[in-house]
């Protein structure tokens, strides 16, 4: 099956830092999807990429398709932006998800 | 965006005791839904898919008699499991797609479950 790689792992900034995490995926998708984690457990929808830049307040996303890439861009980062970061793909039109591992972001004060 | 709400969003049960987890698409109808899974500090799994009016489809490695799901109406998925046991304890999470093609994902809260 497709195989999601994010990077890094972990990731503590102070506020006010910006930053970019990346994910790698092995094949062509139909969806790629990135999702910030809540300390409750709750998924926010960030961006829906399958390609192309799309733009929302201080977070960006970048999917280059050809390339296998997306990169999330977090600028000026909060204390609230603290949690972990999914990247989930969709292959194949069956909707299901894959998912990378994550990245845990610590934004200090 | 698409709401999807899940009950309960805790769980404590007893060794051999089932639970029911329900979800819900409050805002449109989802003919799929899907069922995932989350150990503490990684990643979800994809667990099965919920088909409204007919079977759920398991992915591989998941007991179809452990974890039941029903689908029976256009806006509720439920996901009960049977004769629970520790190592059942974890955050379940579900999910569905609003109709209209993009295929985008929206997740509800989660139900943490803890088996004694």
């Known amino acids: 099956g497709i195989q999601v790689e994010q990077s890094p792992p972990d990731l503590i900034l102070q506020e006010g830092a910006n930053s970019t995490l990346r994910c790698n995926f092995s094949d062509s998708v139909n969806n790629l999807q990135w999702f910030h984690q809540n300390p409750w457990g709750q998924l926010i929808n960030l961006f829906y990429?399958?390609?192309g830049t799309k733009q929302n307040g201080r977070l960006s996303a970048t999917t280059v398709a050809t390339e296998r890439y997306s990169l999330l861009y977090i600028s000026s980062s909060q204390t609230t932006d603290s949690g972990v970061y999914f990247c989930a793909v969709e292959q194949g039109g069956s909707e299901k998800l894959v998912f990378g591992k994550g990245t845990k972001l610590t934004v200090n004060p | 965006g698409a709401v999807v709400s899940q009950h309960p969003s805790r769980v404590i049960c007893k060794s051999g005791t089932s639970v029911k987890i329900e979800c819900r698409s409050l805002d449109f109808q989802a003919t799929t839904m899907f069922w995932y899974r989350q150990f503490p500090k990684k990643s979800l799994m994809l667990m099965a898919t919920s088909n409204e009016g007919s079977k759920a489809t398991y992915e591989q490695g998941v007991e179809k008699d452990k974890f039941l799901i029903n689908h029976a109406s256009l806006t509720l998925s439920t996901l009960t499991v049977t004769s629970a046991h520790p190592e059942d304890s974890s955050f379940y999470i579900c999910s569905a797609s609003p109709p209209g093609g993009s295929y985008e994902q929206y997740f509800g809260p989660g139900t943490r479950l803890t088996v004694t």
């Open positions: 990429i399958p390609s």
